[in-house]
Each structure stands twice: as C-alpha cells, then as structure tokens.
C-alpha cells in the first residue's frame, strides 16, 4: 500500500471511489465533475491517493482557499484498514505544513465519517449546509494529536 500526492491521471479512479461510499453519498454524482477534481486537486487544494497495484482505494483532497477538507473517502470494500486514518494524517500534516488557518469540514450527523472525525479530535463547530455537522481543527489541537501518533 502507498500514500502519494494525487494527479491529474488519479481523477477517474478517485471518481470511481467516490461514487461507490455507502456514506455521505452525492445526491446526483454530475455535481462533482473532472474539472472540479482538477481545481481542487491542482489549484485551489492538494490531495492523495492510497494505491496499491496501480488501484486507488482511498484519496484525501484539502482546500488551501476555504480552509476546507474538500474530500476524504475509502472505497467501501477496503472499509477498516487504516487507510481513511493515513490519508487524513498525511492530508492534515500537508494542510498545517502550509498554512495555520483552521481547517474546517462537514459530513452528515449519524454516520461512521461523524465519529472518525470525533476520535480524530475534529471540535464540533455548528452545522454547515442541509443539516451537516460542521468540524474544525486548529494547528495547535492537530499538533497536540500529532505527539500520540
């Protein structure tokens, strides 16, 4: 298994597992287009992929712009391997290498990804969008949880 920064060549793949979460699943999947992965991957953000034998099996993608975690998904048959957990400690050492803007996110209420991000050490700031739970982490709480890795 190896963790790697994302490219453009990554985005069908990271397509493909997006689209086949049983969580936090999108509405329409035309909502997340190429070019968004693109912005997000190239411009605007950074993200990595977990691959093993050339498959993607998970990616992570932070928004530098919005301060935002824009994606962190795990294929559901490689669910509970650690993968999610290394692509966002990668993800959030990249973010605070970067910058010491908090960084924030939103993943529905009731979910696995709600209490990932609560064992995490994620705070619970208010709710964001259609009734998502709005997380934040600041550098120094990241750094705090960085020193138990």
């Known amino acids: 298994m ?3 920064e994302a490219q453009m060549e990554d985005i069908a793949q990271i ?17 997340v287009t190429d070019k968004d992965c693109e912005e997000f991957i190239i411009r605007r953000g950074k ?10 099996l998970g990616f992570s993608i932070v928004d530098f712009e919005e301060h935002n975690i824009w994606a962190l998904f795990v294929h559901p048959d490689f669910d509970k391997q650690g993968i999610g957990k290394q692509l966002h400690d990668i993800m959030l050492d990249g973010y605070f290498a970067q910058t010491s803007e908090p960084v924030w996110l939103g993943t529905e209420p009731n979910t696995r990804a709600e209490g990932f991000y609560r064992k995490a050490g994620w705070t619970e700031i208010g709710t964001h969008g259609k009734g998502e739970i709005k997380f934040e982490m600041t550098e120094a709480t990241w750094a705090m949880s960085s020193e138990g890795r």
């Open 2 to 4: 190896k963790i790697r």
């Open 15 to 31: 397509q493909v597992v997006r689209n086949a979460v049983k969580e936090n699943r999108l509405s329409d999947p035309r909502f």
């Open 47 to 56: 993200g990595w992929v977990c691959e093993v034998d050339n498959r993607i």
